[in-house]
Nanobody, 124 residues
Framework: VQLQASGGGLVQAGGSLRLACAAS????????VGWFRQAKGKEREFVGAISWSGGRTYYADSMKGRFTISRDNSVNTVYLQMNNLKPEDTAVYYC??????????????????WGQGTQVTVSS
């Protein structure tokens, strides 16, 4: 599975962005897809994950309410909708795919495949 994250950019505080994670190769069949982010000088942190069917999502507590993950398996793409963005959301955002249930996928080493990341910059 090859993952390609896109949709990052520069946005003002309070704005929105939608990131996309497109799969190619074997595609997403059966995989939970998660989003992580890494700010400069900080460790990578879990944002949220969505089950293969899309019926279950799981978010880090700090991400609840502003971030929403969805997926469209017909086009092998998972989305991260980010609203009311804040400067502290500035980071490189990564998508990843792994075999576990969404609620267990908040740990990096549970993922088998990673995308290259897309930069999100929120200006104040």
């Amino acid at each position: 599975v090859q993952l390609q994250a896109s949709g990052g950019g520069l946005v003002q505080a309070g704005g929105s962005l939608r990131l996309a994670c497109a799969a190619s190769g074997r595609a997403f069949s059966g995989y939970t897809v998660g989003w992580f982010r890494q700010a400069k000088g900080k460790e990578r942190e879990f944002v949220g994950a969505i089950s293969w069917s899309g019926g279950r999502t799981y978010y880090a507590d700090s991400m609840k309410g502003r971030f929403t993950i969805s997926r469209d398996n017909s086009v092998n793409t998972v989305y991260l909708q980010m609203n009311n963005l804040k400067p502290e959301d500035t980071a490189v955002y990564y998508c990843a795919a792994g075999p576990g249930p969404a609620q267990t996928m908040d740990v990096m080493n549970r993922y088998n495949y990673w995308g290259q990341g897309t930069q999100v910059t929120v200006s104040s």
